[in-house]
């Protein structure tokens, strides 16, 4: 999906690695990690690596945000979904690297890796972001040494790992011959800050609300705004060139569709696909004419039969800017209610969590990164309720399951959210 003026999906756990003779026997920080890398190779090695990086175009950045395929959980049904009679104080430690959906971070967060299917080895991602690095640096030294703050936000340099999956590399980087690596691409030189943030947040989250959930949930209504506020400005602290401001609300008009419908060609394309231009070729003339004026002219300009036809085709018109103030307060007497509800036991966890999940994402009161800021609280109340919090292994679907709810399928994803918590429990989560 595409939000004009967002949207951000997980993993799965990798096999047990087998660690290399001699390279890797400490790993204390990065910055050694680097240097130690860079005086065991041999002539001989770095020839062979200058060779597979010859390959690469690191090209244009793009956004990081991608969506996963051919992800199954279904035959996990029916598998039992462990919860603990007390709250969970802290969030696990592999969902520190989980951002965004489907992406795991290296530990420095200098890269993100696009997740296989299935939960990848931590390290694996460490070593092949430091190896793609390193390749960086030889090859494109103008890149490498390009000083983070100017790169955009949240974007790098994406590469797929297939040309680099190889013998000679798995030997340099620790990894056994025949081990999975549960990664298909690899962004590097990012801003290390987009993972640190998170952690921010969520250590923030930890403090505020997990370890004393009684005297949180008492506070009124405006106070545990505050707070959910106070989440999302940390995801964006000392990030450059935002376009918004982080834990504020949006002020300009903005709507959901398609990832693969930014112009005026692919929307239409995609009505001849879904049957509007057999349902009515007048409003759907009339509809790609005002896309034409960009998200806040568009939304200010339709009437109520074109916002009617353009949701039924293309996509969600999110609730206007002078709406949200007071919606965020419908939010947070919500949060109030339900957070009291789990304590107190007479609440389903996974229903509520789904419930602050789906209104956030309707409500969609930022700029950016209301996904996150969504997850973040599902989250947070999954754990309340004795839930350990979850990580997605595919885009499309979780995006399918918030469509069927905002939609009108009443306990869509709430029933989606059962299969992923099963899902991580498999991987071992």
């Not at 793609?132 to 490498?144: D, R």
């Not at 040309?163 to 590097?188: C, E, H, K, M, W």
């Amino acid at each position: 999906m595409k939000v004009h003026t967002q949207n951000p999906s997980v993993p799965g756990q990798g096999r047990r690695r087998q660690r290399n003779r001699k390279t890797r026997k400490t790993e204390r920080s990065q910055q050694k990690r680097i240097q130690k890398a860079e005086a065991s190779w041999t002539t001989s090695q770095k020839v062979a690596l200058f060779g597979l990086g010859a390959v690469v175009v690191c090209g244009a950045a793009y956004l990081i945000y991608q969506t996963m395929s051919n992800g199954n959980i279904s035959h996990f049904e029916g598998v039992d979904i462990k919860q603990l009679d007390r709250p969970i104080v802290q969030f696990p430690e592999q969902f520190y690297r989980m951002p965004y959906n489907g992406h795991m971070s290296s530990f420095d967060g200098r890269s993100l890796c696009l997740i296989d299917q299935d939960y990848p080895n931590p390290k694996y991602c460490d070593r092949f972001g430091l190896f793609i690095e390193q390749l960086l640096k030889i090859q494109h030294p103008h890149l490498y040494n390009a000083p983070i703050s100017d790169l955009p936000q949240p974007v790098g340099h994406i590469l797929s790992l297939d040309q680099f999956d190889t013998p000679v590399v798995r030997s340099s980087l620790g990894v056994l011959a025949g081990d999975r690596l549960g990664i298909s691409r690899i962004s590097v030189h990012q801003n290390p800050n987009l993972v640190q943030n998170f952690k921010n947040s969520l250590r923030m989250i930890e403090n505020v609300v997990l370890k004393n959930p009684q005297e949180f949930f008492s506070k009124n209504p405006s106070e545990i705004l505050k707070t959910v506020l106070d989440s999302h400005r940390r995801l964006f602290d000392r990030l450059p060139n935002l376009a918004f401001l982080p834990g504020e609300y949006r002020s300009e008009y903005s709507f959901v569709a398609p990832a693969n419908s930014q112009t005026v060609e692919e929307y239409l394309n995609l009505a001849i696909e879904r049957g509007a231009l057999k349902d009515s070729p007048k409003l759907l003339d009339i509809v790609l004419e005002k896309l034409k004026q960009g998200p806040d002219k568009f939304i200010q300009e339709i009437d109520a039969s074109e916002r009617r036809f353009f949701e039924k085709y293309f996509g969600t018109i999110n609730p206007y800017p002078q709406e949200i103030p007071e919606l965020m307060n419908g939010l947070a007497v919500t949060l109030k209610k339900v957070g009291n509800g789990i304590l107190e036991r007479s609440i389903d966890p996974i229903k509520a969590a789904s419930t602050i999940h789906c209104q956030i994402g309707k409500i969609h009161p930022f700029g950016d990164g209301n996904g996150r800021v969504a997850r973040l609280w599902m989250n947070t109340l999954l754990q309340l309720g004795g839930y350990r919090a979850v990580i997605f292994p595919e885009d499309d679907a979780y995006t399918e399951a918030i469509t069927k709810e905002l939609g009108g399928a009443s306990g869509a994803f709430a029933s989606f959210l059962e299969k992923i918590i099963i899902w991580n429990r498999q991987q071992g989560h």
